[in-house]
């Protein structure tokens, strides 16, 4: 499993349901990051699967944006771990809110998939977040608790995942917490519910060009999950720059 405890910072592409081959190609060949020149910063991007097997730079890592809860069978559609792993996945994002949301995917399926992820020795990047309603009914530190307790597997190296604190909110409206609102949410994932320092807490939710420096500045942030501005590579090669 790839050593995450000596990167920096982690910033991590999520492509979402967007890219072709050409579009792919054209990226490998303009984004300004190099992991072979920085070795202190991590950077991954997660296209659609079908695109990965066309990545052939060693400029970024890659990832997946899902994975399957299930090892091997008769499971139509599905993708395993080992397989993503198989065409050079490192890393794999796991219950994002629009999965939780949209695909009715709930602890269980997300508590597997983090097993899966990590007995092929894929660090799973496990989103987590709160929706407005619940922001506004002072729920979201309860939220959020639920939500790690129930889909992190025990006995687990907490230093070889990673959380995503997206703000279900915040995720491509323009909305972002303030910085004392996303220092004190990793602060409490930290603290109070992970009791570790060595756990990575990155931020998503409407990270640009414009606002990721300040974000990425806020002491317990660890890195940012991008969705939107990763797909434009004037402004996202801002961003990389960490
Ligand atoms: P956004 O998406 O940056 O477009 O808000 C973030 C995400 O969904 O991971």
């Given at each position: 499993m790839l050593e995450i405890d000596k990167f920096k910072k982690i910033i991590i592409a999520n492509w979402k349901l967007n890219g072709s081959i050409p579009y792919l190609n054209e990226y490998i060949e303009n984004i300004q990051f190099d992991k072979s020149k920085d070795n202190n910063n991590c950077l991954v991007v997660c296209p659609p699967s079908t695109l990965i097997p066309y990545i052939k730079t060693k400029k970024f890592f890659i990832g997946s944006q899902d994975c399957s809860s299930f090892k091997e069978g008769a499971y139509t559609g599905e993708i395993s771990c080992k397989m993503l792993k198989e065409i050079g996945c490192d890393f794999v994002i796991i219950g994002h809110s629009e999965r939780r949301s949209?695909?009715?995917?709930h602890h269980k399926s997300i508590f597997d998939k983090c097993t899966n992820a990590i007995n092929n020795k894929l660090i799973p990047i496990l989103c987590i977040g709160e929706n407005g309603q619940q922001r506004k009914e002072n729920l979201h530190k309860e939220v959020l608790m639920d939500q790690l307790s129930k889909s992190l597997p025990k006995n687990i190296d907490i230093e070889n995942i990673i959380i995503a604190y997206e703000p279900v909110w915040s995720i491509g409206t323009g909305l972002v917490p303030d910085q004392n609102q996303i220092s004190e949410i990793h602060d409490f994932i930290k603290q109070e519910v992970l009791r570790s320092n060595q756990v990575r807490v990155i931020y998503g939710g409407s990270v640009k060009a414009a606002n990721y420096k300040k974000i990425l500045e806020i002491?317990?942030?660890?890195g940012l999950l991008v969705g939107g501005a990763s797909l434009n590579l004037d402004e996202f090669n801002q961003i990389i720059k960490f």
């Open positions: 949209i695909f009715k995917e002491q317990n942030v660890d």
